[in-house]
């Protein structure tokens, strides 16, 4: 089965640093590796998307790179503020018909001032 | 334009006993999945409904079940409730069946089981 590992529980980071989440995976390689966001009690929230055959993309202070060879995808974000604050989960789409999204647990990201 | 719904937001129901969540999708989706967040856990996959019929299943019981109206709001049945079915219930939507494209989440269903 799909297994994803995001590779800590918490993150803590002074505002204006840049953080950096990693998410690991076995098995299968995705189609498309997503990221969101998710506040507390709250369902998550698309971030960005990046395909198989692509290795970086980028949306305002958002990076995502996706390394098919090692397996991994890291996230980033720079010039971080206290809003970015956030529980962020790493999601695998293998790309079928029909198909699901696996999600690893998140890493909560603590931004402080 | 609304985005996905759900309903209700938190429900306390007691072992043993059956619930009924609702969800609608964003407008102009017409596929939903479902999923039970744990807390403390990513979300995981019970089952997608597209085109009224359940397409594709995750590792859950029978105890497990759904509908999807031809309106495509759909509805996650849950029998016999054990203490570990307390969890945050997603309803996400999409289009066509696919997910290679970001899924359009609800605010979820807070389930506690006492």
């Known amino acids: 089965s799909q297994k994803i590992e995001q590779n800590s529980e918490a993150l803590n980071i002074q505002e204006g640093k840049t953080a950096t989440l990693t998410c690991n995976y076995t098995n299968y390689s995705p189609a498309y590796l997503q990221w969101y966001r998710q506040d507390p009690g709250r369902g998550p929230v698309f971030l960005l998307l990046?395909?198989?055959?692509?290795k970086e993309k980028r949306k305002e202070r958002l990076k995502v790179t996706f390394d098919t060879t090692l397996k991994q995808s890291l996230f980033h974000i720079t010039a971080s503020q206290p809003a970015d604050s956030a529980t962020y989960l790493c999601?695998?789409?293998?790309?079928?018909?029909?198909?699901?999204?696996?999600f690893g647990r998140g890493t909560q990201l603590t931004v402080w001032p | 334009d609304a985005g996905v719904t759900q309903s209700p937001t938190h429900l306390i129901k007691t072992r043993g006993q059956q619930v009924t969540l609702r969800c609608s999708p964003k407008?102009?989706?017409?596929?939903v999945s479902w999923y039970q967040q744990a807390l403390g856990q990513g979300p995981q996959f019970i089952f997608q409904?597209?085109?009224?019929?359940?397409?594709q299943r995750g590792n859950f019981p029978d105890r497990f079940s759904g509908h999807q109206f031809p309106n495509y709001s759909s509805e996650l049945n849950v029998n016999a409730l054990l203490l570990g079915d307390s969890a945050l219930y997603l309803c996400?939507?999409?289009?066509?069946?696919?997910?290679?494209?970001?899924?359009?989440f609800g605010q979820g269903t807070r389930l506690t089981v006492v």
């Open positions: 999601a695998l789409y293998r790309g079928s018909t029909l198909g699901r999204l696996y």
């Open positions: 990046i395909r198989e055959n692509e």
């Open positions: 996400a939507s999409s289009l066509g069946g696919f997910q290679n494209t970001e899924a359009f």
């Open positions: 409904y597209y085109e009224e019929e359940e397409r």
């Open positions: 407008s102009g989706h017409d596929t």
